[in-house]
């Protein structure tokens, strides 16, 4: 299995300000890993992929990096809105490949 | 409909009753994946099927727990003599092989048990 382990602590940032999510892992490095958004009472939505082969992806305001050495993942909201405010987790492949595991999710809350 | 659909989204049950939720995957996704979620927790596996086979199940589902996907498509989750401790958010999500591992997740179904 793996432990994965996100901040710990909710994250307070000031609008337009960049908001930068850790996330790190203590087993097996995987294949992906994954970045998904979860609201209030709602089903996870994903954002971002990332390889093991990948050092860097982006999509719009949002930038993953991975760095296997390290064990760790981290995300990027730049120019951050009040509606960036939510929960995000971070997912790692199974080494069967058949599920995903997830970190606990570090609460964002951007405000104006 | 063009996103995973779960039915009912809420569920309130008495303890030692028989519970049964439903997944509608996105079309044409032969993957559906079953999570569990408490609050303050991420999802945690339960099972995983590849069309209509159930090829992995987590430790965490007991044998009161029984999923099914009989025709690949749909899938229910079936809670057997619920107890509290089964009150948690279930999530279903779906994905096509072949086209990337990310997993397109439904609202959930949240149960309580009282």
């Known amino acids: 299995s793996q432990k994965i382990e996100q901040n710990s602590e909710a994250l307070n940032i000031q609008e337009g300000k960049t908001a930068t999510l850790t996330c790190n892992y203590t087993?097996?490095?995987?294949?992906?890993l994954q970045w998904y958004r979860q609201d209030p009472g709602r089903g996870p939505v994903f954002l971002l992929l990332?390889?093991?082969?990948?050092k860097e992806k982006r999509k719009e305001r949002l930038k993953v990096t991975f760095d296997t050495t390290l064990k760790q993942s981290l995300f990027h909201i730049t120019a951050s809105q009040p509606a960036d405010s939510a929960t995000y987790l971070c997912?790692?492949?199974?080494?069967?490949?058949?599920?995903?595991?997830f970190g606990t999710g570090t609460s964002l809350t951007v405000i104006p | 409909d063009t996103g995973v659909s779960q039915n009912p989204r809420h569920k309130i049950t008495k303890r030692g009753q028989n519970v049964t939720f439903r997944c509608d995957p996105i079309s044409e996704h032969n993957r559906l994946y079953w999570y569990r979620q408490t609050l303050g927790q991420g999802p945690e596996f339960l099972t995983y099927f590849q069309n209509e086979a159930q090829l992995e199940k987590s430790r965490l589902l007991s044998d009161r727990f029984s999923a099914e996907r009989p025709k690949g498509s749909f899938s229910t989750l079936e809670i057997q003599r619920t107890e509290q401790g089964d009150s948690a958010m279930y999530l279903c999500?779906?994905?096509?092989?072949?086209?990337?591992?990310?997993?397109?997740f439904g609202q959930g179904t949240r149960l309580t048990v009282v």
């Open positions: 999500a779906s994905s096509l092989a072949g086209q990337g591992p990310e997993a397109f």
């Open positions: 990332i390889r093991e082969n990948e």
């Open positions: 997912a790692l492949d199974s080494n069967t490949g058949n599920q995903f595991y």
């Open positions: 087993n097996y490095s995987p294949a992906y």
